[in-house]
């Protein structure tokens, strides 16, 4: 147990973040407080401990002329640098990130490599010395930034199109994403998909009245094939924006069929996934997939040769062993598809197994399956390309995206490293505007919600018109 409290509120979530995971770390009631201010040119933090009678570390930062923005950057990071500092001290333990909470630390990385000015140090120094980022994590943030490289968008006519269905067969237990299980909610369907016709419409105009060039169009989920050929035949015929990269999430090996591939085959789809989760029924059981190991197996049968296929695995799903989780990398590797997806075990409000308690705090077993999944992935031909992190994960890891050597998805790349403005359609959309000479990213979200989507359809017509009318001349 950690209390905490900050002389001011401004960062105090941002904080807290960062304090959350060393919750476990103690077995002590720890009690921190932080207090800071400009002193003189330097930023003066001081972390004290009302557990240790005058405990008081105090740090001090080099401080510039920054703009608000900057400005805010800055002392967050200084104050989560002390605060991790100080935790580390007090219980003994560190962690793979070192203060590092963010989304996107190779995002970081490569900020921190472009502006040495700023720094004056190398990115690596940054990481691992004032950060405390593990040593194997700057490797292997290394590793993705020197294949990302060469794959980053430069040109601003050059966007990505994302189109988002809302519908699975069932519910999984692990899963926060905004989803509706079929089995309840199959009449919203071709409502939704009306809608989702009617935003395409208007993204074809905006691509040819701005003579847009598309990258790569990726339908999400959920999980588009659930909701049936004829209805995604009607999606996917408004998704021809001439990208040579076509992604079509699929997922659940039970809703793909020859039927289905050939229906993508004809529209273009370049990639689909076809995502085990685990290869051990007795897991997929228990994860509430609803569909058996040999599903997998069809299912990538169908698609092998003719699409790109990834693989979706998560480490820690519930009662797995280290084994269990070697087991399901062995199989998907043996299997051999172009992109294997590597997640650590999340959870949030809103998954089945937060709800029933489920513990999935052990950092140990953690770190070993990831470590496991990055040593037999790079020792197969492997290359890890893109990676992220979410907050409540297993030891505090993250997700790596691993792929053949050319068979990296650039829509994965683009989304995670903010560099090319995306058109979003459908509920939960969010459409970014990047303004690359400013490095500003403007965003325009639709109603999360499906109903609410359909609903509101025209409203968020003019609201995605007027956005783009404004920020893409
Ligand atoms: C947006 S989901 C859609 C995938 C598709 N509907 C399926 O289930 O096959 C993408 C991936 O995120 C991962 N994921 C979802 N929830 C997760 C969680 N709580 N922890 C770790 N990974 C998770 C899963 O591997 C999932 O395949
Ligand atoms: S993991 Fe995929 S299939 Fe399962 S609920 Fe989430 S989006 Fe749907």
Known sequence: MIDFSICKEEYLNDIMELVRLFEGATAENLSLHVDYKLQGDAFKVSVSSEKFESFQKNFYFPYGEYDELMRKRVEKRYLKVAVYRTLCFLTGVTLPYGCLTGIRPTKLYVEIQNDKETYGKSAREVFMKDYGVSAEKVELIEKIVSVQTPLRNTSDKAYDVFVFIPFCPTKCAYCSFVSLPLTKQQKLVEPYVDCLIRELEQTKELIESKK??????????????????????????????????????????????????????????????????????????????????????????????????????????????????????????????????????????????????????????????????????????????????????????????????????????????????????????????????????????????????????????????????????
């Open 212 to 473: 847009l060039e598309i990258r790569a169009v990726y339908i999400g989920g959920g999980t588009p094939t659930s909701i049936g050929c004829e209805q995604l035949n009607r999606v996917l015929e408004h998704c021809h924006f001439g990208a040579s990269e076509f992604t079509v999430e699929a997922g659940r090996p039970d809703t793909i069929n020859k039927e289905m591939i050939d229906m993508l085959l004809k529209h273009g789809v370049t990639r689909i996934s076809v995502n085990p989760q685990s290869f051990n029924a007795k897991t997929l059981e228990l994860i509430g997939r609803k569909h058996r190991v040999g599903d997998i197996i069809n299912a990538f049968a169908l698609a092998k040769g003719k699409l790109d296929v990834n693989m979706d695995l998560i480490a820690m799903l519930p009662n797995e062993t280290f084994e269990d989780f070697k087991y399901s990398v062995d199989t998907a590797v043996a299997l051999s598809p172009e992109n294997i997806t590597v997640h650590t075990l999340y959870l949030k409000k809103g998954s089945a197994l937060k709800l029933d308690g489920y513990d999935n705090t052990d950092c140990e077993t953690a770190s070993k399956m990831v470590d496991y999944a990055y040593k037999k992935l790079t020792a197969s031909g492997y290359v890890p390309y893109y990676m992220y992190r979410q907050k409540y994960t297993s030891g505090n890891l993250e997700n790596v995206g691993y792929s053949k050597v050319g068979k990296e998805c650039l829509y994965n790349i683009d989304i995670m490293e903010e560099d090319t403005s995306i058109i979003a359609n459908g509920a939960n959309g969010i459409s970014k505007k990047l303004d690359r000479k400013k490095q500003l990213i403007t965003r325009c979200a639709n109603y999360k919600e499906p109903l609410e989507y359909i609903k509101n359809i025209d409203l968020m017509l003019e609201r995605q018109k007027e956005f783009w009318d404004n920020s893409c001349r």
